[in-house]
C-alpha cells in the first residue's frame, strides 16, 4: 500500500515554512507529520501530491492503489482505526474537507469516492503556523506515548536535580544529560538519541530534543518546546519549534515561534512575543498578501528555511522572514522579510541567487549533508516567482 500525503488544502497556509516543503514534513512534537503517519499505520512507501516545483524532491505518487491522507492531525484511536478501516473507493471527511481516501492514484479523481464518511469529533488540526507552537504540547504527549510505549529509558544521571514523574522522563541511547534541573510536573520531556544537555541546563517540560541536538550550557528552556535533530540551542527559550539543523546558539530570547531548518540566530539575538500594549499579534499571510490578526497575544518569529539573523538582531512581535533571508541591518527589521532580503530592511537588495546557493551548501556540509540539484532547482523555483 502507498501513503500519499496530500497538500491540496494547506500547503499555502503554512508559508514560508512550507515554500521548501510539503506540509507532512514539517514537524510539531517530536516527530514529522510523516514519520507520526508512518508510524501510526505502518505504512513506509511514502510518497507526495504537493507543489510541482517540489515534486522533483519529494516523490510523486505511482498509479496504483494508495491510502490518501492529509496528514496535518492528530487522530483519536477512534479515528485511526476508520482510517485503517478503509476500503476502495471509501473517504473521510472532516469539516467538509477530505481527510483520507482508500484511491487508486491512476486517473484519481473524486468521482472514484463512492462512500463519505464524515468525522463529527473534534480533532486536533493544525491550519496555520501558529498552530505547530499552540498545540505543540499535545503533539509532544502524543509522540512521546508513541515512541516509547513498552520502552525503557536509560538512567538520569545522579549529578541532575530531578521533579515529577520519572515515567515522563524518556533518555535514548547515546544521549547525555549532566548537572542540569530537570522538572516534569508540567510536562513530558524527551531527549533523542545522542543528544546532549550541557551543565547548568534549566528544563520544564513539556519538552523534545530530538537525536543528535544540544543544549548548551546554562540553557533556560520552557514548556511546550521542540528542538528538532541536529540543532544547538542556547540562552532562553519559551514555546519555541525548531524543525531541525538550525541554530540559537547564544544567549538572547525566542518565544512563542517557528523557526525551519538550516537558520542561524547570532548571539543575542531576541524576538519578542508580547505586544507593548498586549493587544493580539497580526502576522503575514501569503495567500492574503496582506497582515492577518491571528487572534493570539503572544507570537513571535516564523522564519523559512535557511535564512539567518546577525548578532544582535532584534525582531519585532510577529515577525515572518521567508526564505534565505540574510538579516543584518541597525535596527528593528520590518514584520514581514521577504524571501532572499539581504539586509532585512524595506529596500534592500535581493540575495543573489548563486551566492545563496553556495551559503547554504557550505552551511549543510558542515553536518555532512550534501546539497541536491533538486534543493538549487527549489531555490531558484522561489527566488523567481516569489
Known amino acids: 500500500m502507498q501513503l500519499v500525503f496530500s497538500d491540496a488544502q494547506y500547503w499555502e497556509e503554512f508559508l514560508p515554512l512550507t515554500f521548501t516543503r510539503p506540509t507532512a514534513e514539517m514537524r510539531c512534537g517530536i516527530l514529522t507529520f510523516s514519520e507520526r503517519w508512518q508510524k501510526l499505520l505502518g505504512i513506509y512507501d511514502v510518497s507526495y501530491f504537493t507543489e510541482n516545483y517540489l515534486q522533483q524532491k519529494f516523490v510523486k505518487p505511482e498509479l496504483r492503489e494508495s491510502l490518501l491522507l492529509v496528514p496535518n492531525f492528530l487522530p483519536s484511536e477512534k479515528v485511526l482505526n476508520q482510517i485503517r478501516e478503509l476500503k476502495q473507493g471509501e473517504a473521510l471527511v472532516y469539516e467538509n474537507e477530505l481527510l483520507a481516501a482508500k484511491v487508486n492514484m491512476k486517473d484519481f479523481s473524486l468521482s472514484q469516492i463512492e462512500k463519505m464518511t464524515d468525522i463529527e469529533e473534534e480533532l486536533m488540526f493544525f491550519k496555520k503556523p501558529t498552530d505547530l507552537f499552540s498545540h505543540n504540547a499535545k503533539a509532544i504527549d502524543f509522540d512521546f506515548e508513541l515512541l516509547t510505549k513498552d520502552r525503557v529509558s536509560q538512567e538520569l544521571s545522579s549529578t541532575n536535580g530531578f521533579l515529577g514523574d520519572k515515567r515522563d522522563l524518556f533518555i535514548e541511547e547515546g544521549a547525555s544529560v549532566e548537572f542540569s534541573t530537570i522538572n516534569c510536573k508540567m510536562g513530558k520531556i524527551y531527549i533523542g ?3 546532549e544537555v550541557m551543565e547548568g541546563c534549566n528544563l520544564r517540560g513539556p519538552i523534545a530534543l530530538c537525536e543528535g541536538s544540544k543544549f548548551n550550557l546554562g540553557a533556560k528552556i520552557y514548556g511546550e518546546t521542540t528542538v528538532g535533530p541536529h540543532s544547538k540551542v542556547g540562552g532562553e527559550v519559551n514555546n519555541v519549534v525548531i524543525f531541525g539543523y538550525s541554530n540559537k546558539g547564544h544567549d538572547g530570547f525566542i518565544g512563542n515561534s517557528v523557526i525551519g531548518e538550516w537558520c542561524n540566530l547570532g548571539a543575542d539575538t531576541n524576538s519578542s512575543n508580547l505586544k507593548n500594549n498586549y493587544s ?3 502576522l503575514w499571510n501569503y495567500r492574503l498578501k496582506s497582515f492577518e490578526d491571528t487572534g493570539l497575544q503572544f507570537c513571535g518569529l516564523i ?7 546577525a548578532i544582535n538582531t532584534q525582531f519585532n512581535t510577529g515577525t515572518v522572514v521567508g526564505v534565505a533571508g540574510n538579516i543584518f541591518r541597525a535596527g528593528f527589521p520590518p514584520n514581514f522579510i521577504p524571501n532572499f532580503s539581504w539586509g532585512g530592511m524595506d ?6 541567487i548563486n551566492k545563496a546557493c553556495e551559503v547554504a551548501e557550505r552551511v549543510m556540509a558542515r553536518r555532512k549533508v550534501m546539497i541536491t540539484d533538486e534543493d538549487r532547482a527549489i531555490f531558484k523555483f522561489i527566488y523567481t516567482e516569489y
Not at 529596500?347 to 543573489?352: I, K, V
Open 193 to 195: 538519541r545522542d543528544a
Open 280 to 282: 493580539t499579534v497580526k
Open 303 to 309: 522564519m523559512g528555511d535557511h535564512s539567518k539573523a
Open 347 to 352: 529596500g534592500d537588495d535581493r540575495f543573489q
